[in-house]
């Protein structure tokens, strides 16, 4: 199985700061490599697929890099809309596995 | 449009079983593969596998193993997950979500059914 580290498993950071949050994959799995958005009460949400493709609707503020075993997830200009939990997801082959999350809060 | 619609919530005692559904609509319902995903509370995502509506093929992560069935009815577009053996670590969300034409990133979730499990 391909575990999914992610972190900082927290951060605080101020309206309009750029943020960056990792995801480290067991062993290389390409690009197969998604991250969603999940607010409280609710289900997640696609933000970006094969690492970096940005899934329809989703504000061009959030960006997706990497590939092997190294991804990142950026939003360039944080909006307190954006205050959530993010995971990333490996998506290469089954078992489909999550990393633990990080929480996005605004300072 | 693409929309998945799940029962509602269930509370069981330890060692029974709970069934969940996922009505689905907007799409064809045998072109995508569902999944199950769960979260206990205030923890992560986890992925107990996958049924191909179409065929019916499920694949099971292996810690459910034994415990879970999914099953799907294609005369009502909905899809079904059923837990045996509940145990209280069992308590959470589960969400049906249903994969892309190309990959198993999830565009489309079910706004989730709390399952508790409590004597």
């Known amino acids: 199985d391909i575990q999914m580290t992610q972190s900082p498993s927290s951060l605080s950071a101020s309206v309009g700061d750029r943020v960056t949050i990792t995801c480290r994959a067991s062993?290389?799995?390409?690009?197969?490599l998604a991250w969603y958005q999940q607010k409280p009460g609710k289900p997640p949400k696609l933000l970006i697929y094969?690492?970096?493709t940005l899934q329809s609707g989703v504000p061009s503020r959030f960006s997706g890099s990497g590939s092997g075993t190294d991804f990142t997830l950026t939003i360039s200009s944080l909006q307190p809309e954006d205050v959530a939990t993010y995971y990333c997801?490996?998506?290469?082959?089954?078992?489909?596995?999550f990393g633990g999350g990080t929480k996005v809060e605004i300072k | 449009q693409v929309q998945l619609v799940q029962s509602g919530a269930e509370v069981k005692k330890p060692g029974a079983s709970v069934k969940v559904s996922c009505k689905a609509s907007?799409?064809?319902?045998?072109?995508?593969?569902m999944h199950w995903v769960r979260q206990a509370p205030g923890q992560g995502l986890e992925w107990m596998g996958w049924?191909?509506?179409?065929?019916?093929?499920?694949n099971y992560a292996q810690k459910f193993q034994g415990r879970v069935t999914m099953t799907r009815d294609t005369s009502i577009n909905t899809a079904y997950m059923e837990l045996s053996r509940l145990r209280s670590d069992d308590t959470a969300v589960y969400y049906c979500?249903?994969?892309?034409?190309?990959?198993?990133?999830?565009?489309?979730w079910g706004q989730g059914t709390l399952v508790t499990v409590s004597s």
């Open positions: 997801q490996n998506y290469q082959s089954a078992p489909l596995t």
């Open positions: 062993q290389g799995n390409a690009n197969y």
């Open positions: 094969s690492a970096s």
């Open positions: 049924i191909n509506p179409n065929s019916g093929d499920t």
């Open positions: 979500a249903r994969d892309t034409s190309s990959s198993w990133s999830f565009a489309f």
């Open positions: 907007g799409y064809t319902f045998t072109g995508y593969f």
